[in-house]
């Protein structure tokens, strides 16, 4: 039996999983837009999000599960104060994106993998790997070849300074500084073991 590990506040956690039997999950540039549309509505109040890559039939996030106070701090007066649990979450997230693939393109049943998968990270180090991992995955893939090529990730934000909800500066301070981020975002890494770890 699988053990599914919880999400807990205060945080950070390595989330990613694929479409089913590997189906594409995002079969136009719409369909990327719309999930980000829709992790704005459902995860952006539950979390602080570090990193992000969405490719054809996969994706990765990067994120730190807020504490309830954080949630309840950031809710609007006229919102009914309430905490929603994280992995119901991110089960909203993904039923409404799938409900909206089903009927866009007339299919049915299941779109991802279930259960999603989730690794803890419990160290600044690990954190780093994850964000150039993330990031790297569009090279990795074939889709490009250096991570500034590819729209679907966060790199782009990281590098630039228009307003975002991404956690740029502490993703920026992790590498000490910009600089030191896009040079070792330029240099080519094997993640075979990282890979492994992920079960992917």
């Known amino acids: 039996m699988q053990i599914i590990e919880p999400l807990e506040s205060g945080k950070y956690y390595h989330i990613y999983n694929r479409g089913i039997n590997s189906e594409n999950i995002f079969k136009e540039n719409r369909n990327h837009e719309y999930f980000l549309m829709l992790y704005n509505k459902h995860i952006d109040p539950i979390t602080e999000t570090l990193a992000w890559c969405l490719l054809k039939n996969h994706f990765h996030l990067l994120v730190r599960i807020k504490t309830s106070e954080e949630i309840l701090e950031n809710q609007n007066e006229d919102q009914i104060k309430k905490i929603i649990l994280p992995h119901q979450s991110f089960g909203n997230l993904f039923n409404a ?25 419990d160290n600044e180090t690990y954190l780093r790997s994850v964000i150039k991992y993330i990031h790297y995955n569009p090279v990795n893939h074939g889709f490009c070849k250096h991570p500034i090529e590819y729209p679907w990730s966060s790199y782009l934000t990281c590098v630039s300074e228009k307003p975002t909800k991404l956690k740029r500066e502490r993703v920026i301070s992790l590498f000490k500084n910009i600089e030191d981020l896009k040079n ?16 992917l």
């Open 97 to 121: 994106y799938t409900k909206a693939i089903n009927k866009g393109y007339n299919r049915h049943g299941t779109l991802f993998e279930r259960p999603f998968k989730r690794k803890l990270i």
């Open 184 to 199: 070792l975002h330029n240099q080519n890494e094997d993640f075979d073991s990282l890979e492994k770890f992920l079960d």
